[in-house]
């Protein structure tokens, strides 16, 4: 166990920042650790959103977390998408910045989903390439979750968590680990959860995600609609064990129950957080 | 051509032509597009089956979720088309819409841009040049919403505007600002839906409306032609002695023309204007 190579803080236990929250969270100034917001969301707006996210931001640390940046495509980096994630990230004091290991679109077009990638030497080449042009273009670190997939290609020639390690390495960024999509994908397609946490560079983990997912039977889907269940908690248990304590978010993006449910949801993860200092201890 | 190692471009194509088909997840693998970069009946070779699903139900679970994601951001953007088609027309409408125009922004924000362009398109949709007007006043809807937010003109600045200087003195809009005008009268779907009243039937009948917002709350004004004229011609840059000379001659009555200073008197209490060029 070690601290992330960039000594980005621990900011304990947050949520993600969502409209039916705002009220509630500027009355009542609930006392959580961070808010991740999703980045795309207050790019292009001057109205209530920035305006509500300003006042937040000015009482709580601030992650970003995008869904468009599409490190794998093959399409162009798209610079204009770039400098407005900068300047967002100047005007909320956003500790890291996030996107996800996969493409959401080529040929110019955008089907806004997180498209899995084939895990091959060819398509970590080109991430890694395109993951130090952002990260020179933001100049900060880029911090990359691994996603939850519901596919796999014949092309693949190693395991994803060898190519999510090597792309952390060989593109010297970080890593939000999704311990929810790590279940997810295990589940989808038959690996061991416990093999991919144990490859995992801890020193590169800046983030943790935890949320609930749907299983359909024949394959879960990471709906993000419901509260983090056993198996997942027991997956992050292992994982603060091999990697440590790390900035922890909960996702509830569909169904929003009130703030309140939120946040007990994710306090939950103080158990965990607990028993592994007492372990260190 | 070998399938062992297809190139990422490749690879991204056909997935790409599979997700966005609009048809049953085995038409979209057969469809020429995808059949361009991969024949159907090597599937097996570019996705893998799971020990419970077949290569296509795979690859039918993201192909499934793509026009769910697409209605899910549009009934968003237009709640008042959705609740006045209703969900099956409303999904036919948004297969046919995202065909035509797909997402190229990084923002689903932008997604619904094109739908009044659509019915312009489209002339033989069900009740288009309603819905073109429908979807005219939703999307400025989202525009005021979304727009930077300006300083709002203040009784001070007006009042320090020296007499003689009023003749030609011009105001600018605030940037949450739209004028609208319509064919159909739109306003009554859009308070049917907010009140949660049957949608009533399309009628033929102009209307003229302004949007704007303050505090952050989008608001409207419902207009007269002689109101919107001369709000279009301030908004728009007319000296002011100009646009108000224009709107007196359309007045017959002096109760008529004295309107016109109780219109200017709201408009700047509404807070429309940004500045005033002396």
């Known amino acids: 166990m070690s601290e992330n190579r960039w000594s980005f803080p621990d900011l304990g236990l947050g949520v993600g920042l969502r409209t039916p929250h705002y009220a509630h969270i500027l009355s009542e100034k609930p006392d959580i650790g961070f808010f ?3 980045t795309e969301n207050y790019l292009d ?26 490190i794998g495509s093959t399409d162009p980096i798209d610079f204009d998408y770039l400098a407005k994630v900068k300047a967002l990230a100047a005007r909320t004091g956003a500790l890291w910045i996030s996107d996800h290991v996969c ?15 084939p895990y091959t030497e060819e398509s970590l080449k080109h991430s890694v390439e395109r993951i130090k042009v952002v990260q020179d273009y933001l100049d900060r670190p880029l911090v990359m979750e691994n ?5 796999e290609f014949a092309a693949s020639d190693m395991p994803e968590w060898e190519w999510v390690a090597r792309m952390a390495e060989e593109a010297d960024c970080g890593l939000l ?25 801890g020193e590169r983990v800046c983030q943790y995600h935890l949320a609930g997912h749907t299983n359909k039977g024949t394959h879960i889907i990471d709906t993000h609609n419901d509260h983090v269940l056993d198996p997942v908690w027991e997956l992050f248990g292992h994982t603060i064990r091999h990697v440590g304590l790390r900035a922890t978010l909960l996702e509830w993006d569909a169904d929003i129950p009130p703030f309140e449910i939120v946040h007990q949801e994710v306090l939950k993860a103080d158990d965990w957080r607990r028993q592994e200092v007492a372990n260190v201890a | 051509m070998s399938l062992e190692q297809p190139k990422l471009d490749r690879l991204q194509r056909w997935m790409q032509e599979v997700v966005v088909h609009p048809g049953t997840v085995e038409e979209a693998i057969a469809s020429e597009g995808a059949e361009h970069e991969f024949p159907s009946e090597r599937l097996g070779e570019v996705v893998t089956p799971s020990h419970s699903m077949t290569s296509a139900e795979r690859v039918g679970v993201y192909q499934g979720m793509y026009l769910m994601r697409m209605e899910e951001a549009l009934e968003t953007d237009y709640p008042v088309i959705r609740y006045h088609l209703g969900d099956v027309a409303f999904s036919h409408l948004i297969e046919a819409y995202v065909q035509r ?63 003689d200087a009023w ?3 011009r105001l600018e809009p605030i940037a949450a600002f739209r004028l609208l005008s319509f064919r159909y009268a739109v306003i009554p779907h859009l308070v049917a839906f907010h009140e949660d009243r049957p949608s009533p039937s399309p ?5 003229w409306v302004a949007l704007y917002r303050r505090d952050y709350s989008v608001l409207r004004l419902e207009l007269s032609r002689a109101e919107h004229d001369l709000l279009k011609a301030l908004a728009g840059g007319t000296p002011l002695g100009e646009a108000l000379a224009i709107a007196a001659q359309s007045q017959k009555s002096s109760h008529q023309r004295a309107q016109i200073f109780k219109w200017f008197r709201t408009w700047i209490a509404e807070g429309l204007f940004t500045s005033i060029e002396a």
Request: proline share 8%; charged share 20%.
């Open chain 1, 36 to 38: 991740e917001v999703l």
């Open chain 1, 45 to 70: 707006t001057g109205g209530r959103p920035l305006y509500l996210l300003d006042q937040i931001a000015e009482l709580y640390p601030m992650v970003m977390h995008g869904v468009s940046m599409s």
């Open chain 1, 103 to 117: 493409w959401t679109g080529v040929l110019g077009r955008n089907t806004h989903d997180l498209l899995p990638l």
């Open chain 1, 147 to 151: 996603p939850s997939t519901y596919l």
């Open chain 1, 177 to 201: 680990f999704d311990v929810n999509n790590v279940y997810v994908s295990a589940y989808n397609h038959g690996f061991d959860p416990v093999e991919y946490i144990d490859a995992i560079p």
């Open chain 2, 101 to 163: 125009y797909p997402s190229r922004s990084y923002t689903l924000n932008r997604l619904g841009d094109h739908l009044p362009q659509f019915f312009l398109d489209e002339p033989e949709w069900p009740q288009a040049a309603f819905l073109h007007d429908l979807a005219r006043l939703e999307l400025a809807m989202t525009q005021v919403f979304d727009e930077q937010e300006s300083p709002v003109l203040s009784a001070e600045e007006l009042e320090a505007v020296h007499p």
């Open chain 2, 167 to 169: 003749e030609n003195a």
């Open chain 2, 203 to 207: 009628r033929r009948r102009a209307a």
